[in-house]
């Protein structure tokens, strides 16, 4: 009776391997098929070692590029968020300059002594020196109405709490001069966009702020 060849002894089985897994077609090819002609199997072997090493690049390159292409677009995608960045920080500045530009158009630029915006906050601190009048009520109310103008110059340009500080030079009874914070304001910006500036007077800046306080040597409240 003649025994029944196994599964792995056919030849279907192994040019299936040698195609699919070449290693393993190898194997059976000099393990298993004892019978083939010598030469055969060199020829064989060496044209199935080629076909495993052409599968092996061809396999390798295309993992080399998809991490290629991942790279480059992680690249990509963060110089885009550098660039929107920049682009940001750009347009900050430029902004700084044109409300600094008419903060001290109102005040004098000698006279504006901090302008801090920090828009991340939403918040602006401006400190400028009020300039003197001929008399103190009208000095105090030319520092009402430099509030006044700026808020104006603020409110179409960008959304914004505003701080203000005035500083003035006052004298003691010895005669002797310094600089002091007579006036604090606080306006947000919620007030800061009802102020309808056509209608408005200067005089109600002390009322229409958030927070208010002043010196008593500036106070002209009757």
């Not at 025994?3 to 030849?11: G, L, P, R, S």
């Not at 300039?131 to 109310?141: I, L, R, Y």
């Not at 700026?150 to 005035?166: A, G, R, S």
């Amino acid at each position: 009776m003649q025994n029944k060849k196994k599964f792995y002894q056919a030849n279907w089985f192994l040019w299936i391997s040698l195609i699919i897994f070449p290693p393993l077609g190898l194997i059976l090819l000099w393990g298993v098929h004892k019978d083939m002609k010598k030469n055969k199997k060199i020829v064989l072997s060496c044209i199935f070692i080629l076909w495993f090493i052409i599968m092996f690049s061809i396999i390798n390159d295309s993992d080399v590029t998809t991490d290629d292409n991942s790279s480059t677009q992680q690249e990509t995608e963060f110089t885009k968020d550098e660039r929107t960045t920049v682009i940001s920080t750009e347009a900050d500045k430029d902004l700084k300059v044109e409300l600094k530009g008419k903060i001290e158009k109102v005040v004098g630029a000698d006279n504006l002594q901090t302008f801090n915006y920090i828009p991340d906050n939403n918040f602006s601190l401006i400190v400028f020196r009020g300039k003197e009048s001929f008399t103190a009520k009208m000095t105090v109310k030319s520092m009402y109405l430099d509030m006044f103008k700026i808020l104006k110059e603020i409110q179409p340009i960008i959304d914004t709490d505003v701080d203000f500080n005035v500083v003035y030079t006052l004298k003691d009874k010895y005669g002797n001069e310094n600089d002091s914070i007579v006036m604090k304001a606080t306006f947000t910006n919620d007030t800061i966009k009802k102020i309808n500036f056509d209608n408005a007077l200067s005089e109600n800046i002390p009322t229409m702020a958030d927070e208010w306080w002043n010196s008593p040597v500036v106070d002209i409240t009757d």
